[in-house]
């Protein structure tokens, strides 16, 4: 057993980890703290009975790692370091890293997003990530930010508070970080490709992963079990990161309480339950006392499926939490889950989180209100090979919208464009409203079942620096109802609202004294969310769905935060190796041996 502190040393000597002093030219923030070198290599890494990784669902697979670990390795730091990667690309794939829940202040150029804040690093080169995390501290996660290649590309960003600064709760025996991913054991570029030519859903994923391991109720997966031993009467601080694509995930541990102390990187108060549910993106940390008699304990993660229709796997990962002293081979404890549709258990669980402290910094007054529908689409075929490319519902091609404007992903840097005043790559009127209002849960927009009509575009909406923002997210029913992870890039958001149904302002309860800080809310399947944040942060920001697909379908906004006045305000030059302007489209070729 290795404490906390025995483990960072260990692995910053093995990840030959760096401190040095800052030297890159922007407008720094204040800290007083260290920087801290990585290097990424991004490569093909071959699995097979020889190498550090096994077969998988009796199945052998070459996926796209980094530096050949799976998942990848972790990058630790302390509040107000500053960090720097270097990525370099050995595969034939297109790539970029996206630096989950940072929030970049003044480093828009490094957040990562294929097309929106930089090309894409094509095959062969180099970019370097350097960034500050400005009072941030927590569980957080990298992963790829380029088609479908999260499935095997990420790891864990965690960041510990300053020298002397302790913990808001007793210091845990140790930490453990569990990441929860999907494995297919098709190549996952072929599959986003194929799933969007179809106009059709995705294949399910074969298995759920703990930790890059799928367990035992998978073929082959007897051996493939991730595991933590424990000892009796202390306590343990586990690290949940959601990396997963398409699927949010209940997790529990048999015969254990968790007790939430942090979301999405920010400190909560204790919350105790015995299960919680996380979408792909979120993060959170949960404190476990081994109170139970010796033994063998499932660590289960199973499927949350809100919506109506849709094909999953239903088939839990199991990772084993065990007592030392417990008798050798001995049978796990099954955990219990809540069945896949289980709304109210997610509920209660968000209701649990509230922040560490009252009368946080929430905004009282508000600038600017808006109000943004998401949800699935059913576009009309106009395909001369249907049977192919319209696959979707009713025989039409799959979409997904806010505000029924599908996302259409651009060509260039839209960070870049913006900055250089490229006209043609994107627009500026996102709507702040619906262009349409109806029974938005239990309606549609029109009465063709065929065809939603969803716009298509790359629409932008511009905040001016400063601005106080409420945004409203209200999930819709035109396909069907669903829970939906929602990501801003560059902010955290407090959370001071949600329900079922329509929103409907005479009705709605908000949370202006301690609201949970995140960067990605489930907005409830049938439901609404209200966030609020202050456009502090200029640059170019993704918003959009978590779950990869609805990515695909064109779930997601840009929104422009101006410069506001100064050096502090005003978005910095981009660095000297960005990938230039007309990114470049390749990246299809599969990762497979030669």
């Known amino acids: 057993m290795r404490n906390v502190f025995s483990t960072w040393f260990t692995q910053w000597l093995s990840l030959l980890l760096i401190f040095a002093y800052n030297f890159h030219v922007m407008a720094q923030w204040p800290s007083g703290g260290s920087t801290r070198f990585y290097d990424f290599k991004v490569s093909c890494s071959f699995f097979d009975v020889q190498t550090k990784r096994v077969t998988r ?65 094509q095959a062969g080169r180099s970019f370097t990530y350097e960034f500050t995390m400005v009072k941030q501290k927590g569980t957080f996660f990298w992963h790829a930010h380029v088609s479908w290649l999260r499935a095997t590309v990420y790891g864990a960003l965690l960041v510990y508070p300053k020298t002397g600064v302790p913990y808001p709760f007793k210091v845990p025996h140790e930490e453990h970080t569990l990441i929860l991913g999907e494995y297919w054991m098709q190549d996952v570029v072929e599959l986003e490709l194929n799933t969007t030519a179809s106009g059709g859903p995705p294949t399910p994923a074969n298995a759920y992963t703990i930790n890059g391991q799928p367990g035992p109720n998978y073929n082959c997966s007897n051996n493939d079990v991730y595991h933590i031993d424990v000892v009796s009467g202390k306590t343990y601080l586990l690290r949940l990161i959601h990396a997963g694509l398409n699927m949010e995930n209940f997790f529990a541990i048999a015969n254990h309480n968790l ?28 404190l476990v006392t081994t109170d139970q008699s010796l033994g063998k304990y499932s660590m289960a993660m199973g499927p949350y499926m809100s919506a109506k229709g849709v094909k999953f796997q239903n088939i839990s990962s199991i990772a084993y939490f065990q007592y030392l002293g417990a008798v050798p081979n001995t049978l ?67 979409a997904a919208s806010m505000n029924n404007i599908s996302f259409v992903k651009p060509k260039t840097s839209l960070l870049e464009a913006y900055y250089k005043k490229i006209n043609g790559s994107f627009t500026e009127d996102f709507p702040g409203v619906p262009l349409k209002y109806y029974d938005f849960v239990n309606g549609a927009p029109n009465n063709v079942p065929n065809n939603t009509q969803a716009l298509n575009g790359t629409r932008a909406l511009v905040l001016e620096y400063g601005t106080r923002v409420q945004l409203i997210m ?92 100064g050096e502090l305000e005003t978005l910095p030059h981009p660095p000297a190796d960005l990938p230039h302007t007309k990114c470049g489209m390749g990246g299809g070729l599969s990762c497979k041996r030669v």
């Not at 939430?260 to 792909?280: H, N, Q, S, W």
């Not at 600038?367 to 001369?384: A, H, P, W, Y």
């Not at 992870?485 to 004294?513: E, Q, R």
Request: charged share 15%; proline share 6%; glycine share 10%.
């Open 57 to 121: 669902l009796c199945n052998t697979k070459d996926i796209v790692t980094i530096n050949g670990m799976f998942p990848g390795p972790s990058v630790y730091a302390q509040e107000d370091d500053r960090i720097v990667v270097k990525v370099t690309n050995e595969t034939p794939y297109n790539t970029t890293i996206h630096w989950h829940g940072v929030r970049q202040k003044l480093s828009c150029w490094f957040d990562g997003p294929s097309y929106i804040t930089q090309c894409p690093i």
């Open 259 to 286: 007790t939430i102390v942090e979301a999405d990187g920010e400190y909560t108060k204790p919350f105790t339950t015995d299960r919680v549910m996380l979408g792909p993106g979120q993060t959170m940390s949960v």
């Open 332 to 398: 796990s404890l099954p955990a219990k889950l809540p069945v896949f549709n289980d709304n109210l258990a997610v509920k209660t669980v968000m209701d649990g989180l509230r922040s560490l402290n009252n009368c946080v910094n929430v905004p009282k007054q508000i600038d600017t209100e808006l109000f943004v529908t998401i949800g699935l689409n059913v576009q009309k075929c106009r395909s001369k090979t249907p049977e192919k490319n319209c696959r979707g519902l009713n025989n039409g091609v799959m």
């Open 474 to 565: 209200q999930d819709t029913g035109t396909v069907t109802t669903e829970n939906h992870p929602i990501h801003l890039h560059g902010y955290s958001f407090y959370v001071v609202g949600y329900g079922s149904g329509n929103f409907d302002l005479k009705t709605a309860n908000f949370n202006l004294v301690d609201p949970p800080y995140m960067n990605t809310i489930g907005v409830p399947v049938g439901g609404w969310a209200a966030i609020r944040f202050v456009a502090d942060n200029p640059g170019v920001w993704f918003m959009h769905c978590h779950l990869d697909i609805h990515q695909s379908w064109g779930l997601g906004t840009v929104l422009i935060v101006t410069n506001g006045q």
